[in-house]
Structure formats: C-alpha cells, structure tokens
C-alpha cells in the first residue's frame, strides 16, 4: 500500500503563487510515476502533471505548461506541484495520484493510488 497526504492549498488572488506537497509512504516509490489531478466542481476529475522520482518524463496538461511544475525531492518522499500565476479557473480540489507501473500516464484510472485531496481557490 501506498499512502499519499497533500497539503498547501489555500486561497490566493490571480496571479499569485501557491505550492502543494505531496508526502507518499508506505513502500519503494522509486518506480512509480506521481501525477497530480484536479477537480472542479460539477466537472471530471483532469490531468495537470505527472513525473518521476529521477527528474525525467514530465509532462503537463497544455492548460498549465509554462506555469505550473512538477518536482520531487526523494529524501523526504514528497512530490510538489509550484503553481505560478495562477488563474481563476484554476480552481479546484487538487489530488496526488502514484502510478506503480511507472507510466507517467495522464488517464486517472492508470493511477493505483490517490491521496484525500487539497483545495485551491483563486480569486479574480
């Protein structure tokens, strides 16, 4: 089992930043790709990021390339997502997801494993 706890949402005005943390635990994640989702509400949960532990593979939806990122530091097993100027529609509860195949998928159902959820606002 893995187990994925995000935190660092909040409210923000637009163009401002925020940055979300994703601590995993609970086996070797070094060949799991970690994506990061979104769900706003009265919409299907969307792909916004997916890497892997060794830097490589990232890819971004096209909605936030260019001012989101993805990073990871694997001392403390945790996965960020800097989100830069940020945009009212990018509001949504944001999720972690760890693939154990190693995909660096951006499909949610190829993701075993998901944490609670954090929710970010951003006011216009």
């Known amino acids: 089992q893995v187990q994925l706890v995000e935190s660092g949402g909040g409210l923000v005005q637009a163009g401002e930043s925020l940055r979300l943390s994703c601590a995993a635990s609970?086996?070797?994640?070094?060949?799991?790709?970690m994506g990061w989702f979104r769900q706003a509400p009265g919409k299907e949960r969307e792909f916004v990021a997916a890497g892997d532990w060794n830097g490589g593979s990232t890819v971004y939806a096209d909605s936030v390339k260019g001012r989101f990122t993805l990073s990871t530091n694997n001392a403390k097993d945790t996965v960020y997502l800097q989100m830069n100027s940020l945009k009212p529609e990018d509001t949504a509860v944001y999720y972690c997801?760890?693939?154990?195949?190693?995909?660096?998928?951006?499909?949610?159902?190829?993701?075993?494993?998901w944490g609670q959820g954090t929710q970010v606002t951003v006011s216009s």
């Open positions: 997801a760890a693939d154990s195949l190693g995909r660096a998928a951006t499909r949610r159902w190829m993701y075993d494993y």
């Open positions: 609970g086996r070797t994640l070094s060949r799991y790709t």
